[in-house]
């Protein structure tokens, strides 16, 4: 299928992936956008909401919708997917506030979403191909608005993800659960694509993920009084050694951490 250069007139852009998908995947991005990412939804009166690439199933839409609508119950979510019998599959499943449409990149709807979600999508691309897709979805939002492309595991214990406002890449999350990781850095086999071949000497994200390996490793000690505290003094470590990292002890106790994206950003 054709990528965005070669995109003809009204044709979706991108390519039909395997579409796997499981209840509660994404729920820590979902958290994420509910959580320290809520004010954007907030400051609009219906702010439309994008999940990209749904898959096979529309599970991921439908949990969205519902946990954004804690948030801001006026939220409109569209599932957007370029496979056609995926949406007609989706289709009995729309509600107020809940629609499915075929659509790529360009994001067929009237008006700019506020928050595109586009997770283990640009996975399945080649890395060449992540910029001019990035710059189309940066293309649309609305003033604020963020695109959020992120890779997981197959039942969400593993994740992270770049989140880009219409300038350009913004941070880089890591979101693990407690228990599902030896190493920070084992999250590294589910980088986003712009990132995942970068982890190697020389290139910042594997400074920044060998720097949370040795806080993690320095604060073994801690493991006593839970991986809740053990995962928060490693963060502070990190942040006290100058990584920029944007949130604090509240987001760091979920197993979750973000920091600036020009500290990782490929060489």
């Known amino acids: 299928m054709q990528g965005a250069r070669t995109r003809r007139p009204g044709r979706p852009v991108g390519t039909v992936t395997r579409g796997t998908t499981n209840p509660n995947r994404l729920r820590r991005v979902d958290r994420w956008l509910a959580g320290p990412q809520g004010w954007r939804l907030r400051r609009h009166g219906r702010p439309l909401v994008v999940d990209l690439g749904y898959g096979a199933s529309p599970t991921t839409a439908v949990e969205l919708h519902e946990r954004l609508s804690r948030v801001q119950p006026e939220v409109r979510v569209v599932g957007i997917e370029i ?3 995926r949406v007609r599959a989706a289709l009995p499943l ?9 659509g790529g990149f360009e994001i067929p709807t009237r008006r700019q979403p506020v928050v595109v979600r586009a997770f283990n999508v640009l996975r399945q691309y080649d890395e060449a191909e992540v910029a001019e897709h ?5 293309s649309r939002l609305a003033p604020g608005g ?3 492309d992120g890779t997981c595991d197959e039942i969400g214990r593993r994740s992270s993800w770049a989140a880009l406002d219409d300038q350009g890449p913004v941070s ?9 990781f030896v190493l920070p850095s084992d999250v590294a086999e589910r980088l986003p694509k712009a990132l995942i071949h970068r982890n190697v000497p020389g290139e910042r994200i594997h400074e920044y993920l060998q720097a949370l390996d040795r806080a993690w490793l320095e604060a073994a000690p801690l493991a006593s009084f839970g991986n809740r505290q053990r995962f928060v003094t490693a963060c502070r470590t990190v942040a006290d050694a100058g990584w920029p990292l944007l949130d604090g002890p509240a987001r760091w106790r979920l197993g979750e951490v973000t920091v600036a994206w020009d500290a990782v950003a490929p060489a």
């Open 94 to 102: 729309e509600r107020p506030g809940l629609m499915f449409r075929q």
């Open 134 to 138: 990035w710059a189309l979805v940066q």
């Open 172 to 180: 880089l999350t890591i979101s693990l659960r407690f228990g599902a």
């Open 83 to 85: 496979e056609p019998e």
């Open 146 to 148: 963020l695109f959020v």
